[in-house]
């Protein structure tokens, strides 16, 4: 995984500042560019604590990042504070704030933030802006949907502008008040 212009690693717990190169803590593998970080052994788990930075490709396994750049990727678990995310494979964690523009997210915790393009297969949405993608199950609370595709999932609260179901078909209103 390593590519030959990467030639530092990171294997030691201890913090690591404007670091271009490989993580390798626990479960976690990724290159990383001018990132600042921290790895760290908890009780049950090797964890980053990432401050910035750029993500270029990898697997997070666990762990909180703080704010940064997320180019490619599988996130497997943690809690991400704040920063971009551009691609990649989200399979579970929480997400609290930040910018999404592509990529899968597979289950998890949505709580604020904005998302511009995807698939998102499952989950919990709190709340947030939404401005394309595909919609496929989970749960939204909260929050304002401009446009995309939502194909089934649970609609409890929020503002719908505009919006097409799996069939192609237009709505102008949520899709717990479309006709079955």
């Known amino acids: 995984m390593k590519p030959s212009k990467f030639n530092d690693i990171a294997c030691e717990a201890g913090k690591y500042e404007n670091f271009t190169g490989l993580i390798m803590w626990g479960d976690n593998e990724g290159i990383v560019e001018n990132a600042c970080f921290k790895i760290e052994e908890w009780i049950h788990s090797k964890a980053i604590l990432f401050y910035s930075g750029v993500w270029l490709n990898g697997i997070w396994d666990y762990g909180i990042w703080k704010i940064g750049t997320w180019e490619d990727g599988i996130w497997e678990d943690g809690i991400w504070k704040d920063g971009v995310w551009h691609g990649g494979i989200w399979k579970n964690g929480k ?86």
């Open 95 to 180: 997400w609290h704030n930040g910018s999404w523009y592509d990529g899968v997210w597979k289950n998890g915790i949505w709580k604020s933030g904005i998302w511009k393009n995807g698939t998102w297969k499952n989950g919990v949405w709190y709340y947030g802006w939404w401005y394309g993608g595909i919609w496929e199950s989970g749960t939204w609370e909260n929050g304002t949907w401009e446009d995309g595709t939502w194909e089934n999932g649970t609609w409890c609260n929020g503002t719908w502008k505009d919006g097409i179901d799996g069939n192609s078909k237009s709505h102008l209103n949520s899709p717990n008040l479309w006709k079955k």
